[in-house]
C-alpha cells in the first residue's frame, strides 16, 4: 500500500449529535457541518465509499425523557427522529461540496427521505453515493452505536470510523486529567473485560463477532479522517487480538 492508497474502501462513519452541535448547547454548528462535508469529500474522492450514522443528542436523548417520567420507548423513538434533522443537515452540507449524497431512514418517512434498505444502500455506495443512515435501527432500546455496528455489518464496510472531540481513547478523561496516556491499540475483550467507554457492549461485540475494527479520533483536527483512511496512526485502534497498551484499568474516550 503507497501513501496515496486508501487502506480500507467501504468505512462507515459514526457521528454524535454532539459533534454537529460544536460548542453550542443545542442544535447545529453549521460551520462545523461544513467541515466534517469538506473532510467526506476529500476521501471520496481517493475512491472511499462512505456511510454515515448520526446521533441525535445535540437535540433529544431519550434517556433525559426517562428521567423525566416519559416512557422510555417513547423517548427513544423522540430520539431516532432527531437523529433525522441531523441527516437532512448532512445531507444539506454533503452536496453543497458537489457529493451526492442520499438520507436513509430506518422509519419510514418518504416524503422526508429513502427508507433504509440493505442493497438499496449498497448500490448507492457502489454508484458513488454518500448515504446518511438515520432514525437508528428503528428499534427502542438500542443506542445509535449499536446502529454503527450493525449498519457496518449489513453493508459490509471494512471499518467503523468513530468520530469524537478527542484524538482517541485515554487511561482517563483527557478535560480531567492532563497527564492521561493515549491508547494506541485495544482488543476487543480487553475494552469489554476493563469496561472502556468506546462503544456501548452490544455494538463492540457485533464488531467483534464480525471482524469489524473500530477507530476512534477527532474528526474536528483538519485533515484527521483523510489521514485515518490512508493508515497513518491516529486516534485509537479497537481490533481483533494484536499489541496490547498496558494502561490504567479506568480508562474513557473523555467524551464519549
Same mark, same amino acid.
Given at each position: 500500500m503507497t501513501a496515496s492508497t486508501p487502506r480500507w474502501r467501504r468505512v462507515l462513519l459514526k457521528l454524535s449529535g454532539e459533534a454537529l452541535g460544536g460548542r453550542k448547547e443545542y442544535g447545529f454548528d453549521f460551520q462545523v457541518v461544513s467541515v466534517i462535508?469538506?473532510?467526506v469529500a476529500r476521501?471520496?474522492?481517493l475512491g472511499v465509499e462512505v456511510a454515515l450514522v448520526v446521533g441525535g443528542g445535540n437535540i433529544f436523548r431519550g434517556r433525559h425523557a426517562e428521567e423525566g417520567g416519559f416512557d422510555r420507548a417513547?423517548? &427513544?423513538?423522540?430520539g431516532m427522529l432527531a437523529t433525522v434533522i441531523n441527516a437532512l443537515a448532512l445531507q444539506?452540507? !454533503?452536496e453543497k461540496v458537489g457529493l451526492h449524497a442520499r438520507t436513509m431512514t430506518a422509519i419510514q418517512m418518504p416524503q422526508v427521505a429513502e427508507p433504509y434498505i440493505r442493497r438499496r444502500g449498497i448500490r448507492h455506495l457502489e454508484k458513488g453515493r454518500v448515504i446518511i443512515l438515520a432514525g437508528g435501527s428503528g428499534n427502542p432500546y438500542f443506542t445509535t452505536d449499536t446502529t454503527a455496528a450493525l449498519r457496518a455489518v449489513e453493508l459490509e464496510a471494512e471499518v467503523v470510523l468513530k468520530a469524537t472531540k478527542v484524538d482517541g481513547i485515554y487511561s482517563a &478523561?483527557? !478535560?480531567? +486529567?492532563p497527564t492521561a496516556e493515549r491508547f494506541q491499540r485495544l &482488543?476487543? !475483550? +480487553?475494552? !469489554?473485560?476493563?469496561g472502556i467507554e468506546v462503544m456501548d457492549n452490544t455494538a463492540l461485540t457485533l464488531c467483534m463477532d464480525n471482524g469489524v475494527p473500530i477507530i476512534v479520533f477527532d474528526l474536528l483536527q483538519a485533515g484527521n479522517l483523510e489521514r485515518v483512511i490512508r493508515g497513518e496512526n491516529i486516534g485509537t485502534f479497537v481490533g481483533a487480538p494484536g499489541a496490547?497498551?498496558?494502561?490504567?484499568?479506568?480508562a474513557t474516550t473523555g467524551g464519549h
Open positions: 462535508a469538506e473532510q476521501v471520496h474522492q417513547t423517548g &427513544d423513538y423522540m444539506e452540507g !454533503l &478523561d483527557p !478535560l480531567q +486529567e &482488543d476487543y !475483550l +480487553e475494552v !469489554l473485560n476493563r496490547r497498551v498496558e494502561q490504567s484499568p479506568a
